[in-house]
C-alpha cells in the first residue's frame, strides 16, 4: 500500500518468513526505498539488477476466494462454538479464543472483497478490521478483569480442553488449505502466519484447562484470557497503522 502511488512499479513478490521483498520496477530504485525506509523497518537494499525476461505475475483470484470462503466459514463456526461453550464453561480462555477466531474471520471475509481490489478498498478494509478487533479486546478487557474483582465458579477444564483441541484441528486445516494454494500474495502469506499463531493460542488453552484441573484455580484459564486479549488487541494496532 505504500508503494501503491508509484506508477514505476510493475510487480511486488513477497517473502514474508524471511522478510524479503522483490520489486519490478522501471527507472531508479532510490524513491522506492524512500517510501520504504519510512515504515521504519530497518530496511535495507540488498541487490538491484535487470529482470531478464520479465513477465507480469498472474493472480488466481478465483482459487484465493475458493481458500478464503473455506477458512472464513471454519473460523466463523468456530467462534459461535467456542463462545457457547465458554460460557456454559464459564471459560474466558474459550471466550478469548472464540474473539480470535472473529476477529480472523472478519479478515479473511473482508479479504474476499479485497482479492483483485484496489488500494483504497484494501486499506479501508484493514481500517474498518483493526477498530473492529480493538472493540473485541477492549470489552474481553474488561470481562477478564471483572472476573478476577469478583467471585467465579471454576472454569469446567474439561470442557476447555475438548473444545480447543477440536479448534486445533480446525486451525491445522486452515493452515495446511492456505500452505497448499502456494499463493505469493502477501494478505494470503499473512493468513497462514495468522492461523500459525492461532495453532499456539489453542495449545495455550487447552494448558490453561490442564492448569485448572492441577491448581483448582481460576486463574490459569483468566491469565490466558488476558494473553489473548492482548495478541487481538496488538493485531489491531498493527493492521492500523498499515492501514495508514
Not at 515504515?39 to 483470484?61: I, M
Not at 472464513?72 to 471466550?95: C, H, K, Q, R
Not at 478483569?145 to 474439561?158: A, Q, S, T, V, W
Not at 483468566?222 to 492501514?243: D, E, H, M, Y
Request: aromatic share 10%; proline share 1%; charged share 20%.
Amino acid at each position: 500500500m505504500k508503494l501503491s502511488d508509484l506508477t514505476n512499479i510493475k510487480s511486488l513478490d513477497f517473502d514474508i518468513p524471511n522478510r524479503q521483498l522483490t520489486v519490478f520496477h522501471t527507472e531508479n530504485y532510490e524513491q522506492i526505498f524512500q517510501k520504504l525506509d519510512s515504515l521504519q523497518f530497518e530496511t535495507t537494499v540488498v541487490d538491484s539488477k535487470e529482470a531478464g525476461n520479465y513477465s507480469g505475475a498472474t493472480v488466481d483470484t478465483d482459487k484465493e476466494r475458493k481458500l478464503l470462503w473455506a477458512v472464513l466459514i471454519i473460523n466463523l463456526s468456530f467462534f459461535v462454538l467456542e463462545m457457547v461453550t465458554g460460557i456454559f464453561a464459564d471459560s474466558m480462555g474459550l471466550v478469548a479464543d472464540s474473539l480470535d477466531m472473529l476477529a480472523d474471520g472478519i479478515v479473511y471475509g473482508l479479504a474476499l472483497f479485497a482479492v483483485g481490489g484496489t488500494i483504497v478498498l484494501k486499506k479501508n478494509i484493514a481500517k474498518f478490521a483493526g477498530y473492529f478487533q480493538i472493540v473485541l479486546a477492549a470489552i474481553g478487557f474488561i470481562e477478564v478483569i471483572r472476573r478476577f474483582i469478583g467471585i467465579e465458579k471454576m472454569p469446567d477444564f474439561l470442557l476447555m480442553m475438548v473444545v480447543s483441541f477440536f479448534a486445533l484441528i480446525a486451525n491445522a486445516v486452515c493452515l495446511y488449505l492456505l500452505q497448499k494454494g502456494k499463493s505469493k500474495e502477501a494478505h494470503m502469506q499473512a493468513s497462514m502466519i495468522f492461523t500459525s499463531n492461532d495453532i499456539i493460542i489453542n495449545l495455550g488453552v487447552i494448558l490453561a484447562g490442564a492448569l485448572v484441573f492441577l491448581t483448582n484455580s481460576k486463574y490459569p484459564d483468566l491469565l490466558i484470557g488476558i494473553i489473548v486479549f492482548g495478541i487481538v488487541g496488538r493485531g489491531a494496532f498493527n493492521i492500523l497503522k498499515l492501514s495508514k
